[in-house]
């Protein structure tokens, strides 16, 4: 056993899970430290502390005694009292079956009991250091956090990129297949160190959308029976004329050809307005989605390279038409995987799927196309080797059944309160001490814990060493540009004008 520095003794009351200790010089929040009983060197951290001095309490109400007990005292009666965590054996992990003993020494973790904890390389990738210890590495099991989802929350600016890309890097370098729906163009020419970008088109072929796809898109819903009878029979004629030699390219003109010819028919003469209303839908349907709508563009499956970082660019386009993009990608990249699983036909290769705005795509009140599938890859995903990363600066706007299924969480700076309970409610190890940490914390720092670490962590991430799209935008630097540019423009009509 390593010899670690004495912080101080247990006292008081113990439960198995957590501990009171009094120390005998300063430690830190957020500090391991570790305890030796039952047979066993087990894991602290340190979730609270209480500093105070016996000849100081809480009921002086006269500030010049305060400064005669100071002199006299010289802070011979200050002590220092805190909550430790426990989080198991340092080598097994397990919780030991009976509280420490009062008296117990606390000592100080060395980096060598941290790396036991926290330096699984085999089968994890490093995603930055100990914030108390910055020289422990703090590594993530690759398979747990793919088959058990992940979650990336914080506010605007702490470092959510910066920790998408360093992932997404570790990946490539383990020759992983991501895919990130980009939806702020930040990934779109990102250079990575260990492996590259594959772009692929943010383009849907409608003739590969399924009908009940088309059937959402278009607004025609199960109660109008009428015109969802009239749309599937078109469809399947529509089939029928390209199978029999007509162009897909105009699988949409055709729809309209085939329900007009329904319209004109004296058969159909009590079902005029029904197929009248489908061919406006249809026509609406071409209007409102013309710029997603490609009929040469593959299928999505078709496009993703196995080792890429396979990045959908969806930063030019409003929220419902990402959302139609986002929906049908993961519709046909879980039924490819299934097919796969099932039959050996289909997407051959395990894929971690990145949702940036997840909150937009899958939010709490509202119905969106691509909640369900979100829901059901977060449900169903970790059978067919479909992993899921949703990434958010607005937790208490998403799906709460979809944040909840995320087993692994990776939450930098939280202000909000109502964001910091949200997420509490939805992870079971993140404790009322550790949500205190997370308003202050500092960009790029972040508290992991789920499935895919030994512990929970206080970490901070390391700096993405590639590049991303797109950098903070300096808007002074700018302002001052279009000034300077304004003010050029202005002199040189000044002189042209002298002369007149």
């Known amino acids: 056993m390593i010899e670690d520095e004495v912080l101080g003794f247990v006292i008081g009351e113990s439960t198995v899970t957590k501990t009171l200790f009094i120390s005998k010089q300063i430690p830190r929040l957020g500090q391991y430290v570790i305890m030796e009983y039952d047979g066993k060197t087990v894991l602290g951290l340190i979730q609270g502390l209480v500093r105070g001095s016996i000849a100081l309490p809480d009921d002086i109400h006269d500030a010049s005694q305060v400064e005669k007990i100071k002199l006299l005292e010289h802070g011979s009666t ?5 909550v430790i965590q426990i ?4 080598y097994t992990r397990n919780i030991p079956r009976i509280p420490p003993p009062p008296g117990t020494e606390v000592r100080k973790a060395s980096k060598e009991v941290l790396k036991i904890v926290f330096g699984n390389k085999d089968s994890g990738i490093r995603i ?42 570790e990946l490539l370098r383990l020759g992983g297949t991501v895919v990130i729906f980009d939806m702020h163009s930040e990934y779109i020419s990102a250079r990575f160190t260990n492996g590259d970008v594959n772009k692929i088109a943010a383009k849907i072929n409608p003739y590969n959308m399924s009908i009940s796809e088309l059937l959402r898109l278009l607004n025609i819903e199960k109660r109008a029976f009428i015109q969802e009878r009239y749309f599937r029979r078109a469809y399947k004629d529509v089939l029928e004329k390209i199978s029999s030699g007509e162009s897909v390219e105009k699988f949409l003109d055709l729809l309209i050809s085939v329900l007009s010819g329904y319209l004109s028919s004296d058969q ?3 079902d005029r307005d029904s197929i009248a209303g489908v061919i406006n839908k249809v026509e609406d349907f071409k209007e409102r989605y013309g710029d997603m709508l490609d009929y040469t563009v593959p299928p999505v499956i078709e496009q993703i390279k196995p080792g890429y970082a396979n990045v959908i660019d969806l930063g030019r386009y409003d929220e419902e038409t990402a959302d139609v993009i986002v929906s049908h990608s993961l519709r046909m990249i879980l039924k ?4 796969y699983v099932k039959t050996g036909k289909g997407l051959s290769f395990p894929i971690f799927l990145v949702l940036e705005e997840a909150h937009i795509l899958a939010p709490k009140d509202r119905p969106t196309l691509s909640k369900y599938w979100v829901g059901r890859i977060a449900r169903e995903g970790r ?20 944040l909840s299924q995320a087993n692994n969480m990776i939450v930098l700076r939280l202000v909000e309160p109502s964001d910091q309970k949200y997420v509490q409610q939805a992870s079971e190890t993140l404790s009322e001490d550790l949500l205190q940490q997370l308003s202050s914390l500092n960009i790029g720092e972040a508290v992991v814990l789920g499935l895919m670490v030994n512990v929970p962590a206080l970490v901070k991430i390391d700096k993405f060493k590639g590049e991303l799209s797109v950098e903070e935008l300096n808007v002074v630097k700018e302002w001052r540009k279009i000034h300077e540019e304004s003010m050029k423009r202005i002199r040189e009509l000044d002189d042209l004008t002298e002369g007149w």
């Open 128 to 169: 930055g250091s100990l914030i108390s210890e910055p020289d422990v590495p703090v590594y993530i099991d690759v398979n747990k956090m793919v088959t058990r989802h992940l979650a990336i929350l914080a506010i605007t600016g702490a470092g959510k990129s910066n920790t998408v890309a360093v992932i997404t890097d």
């Open 383 to 402: 059978k067919f080797g479909v992993g899921l990363c949703i990434v958010s600066q607005r937790p208490k706007n998403l799906d709460p059944n979809t």
């Open 87 to 90: 989080l198991g054996d340092v």
């Open 78 to 82: 200050q002590y220092i009292k805190g």
């Open 336 to 339: 490819e995987r299934k097919n």
């Open 268 to 270: 159909n003469k009590r």
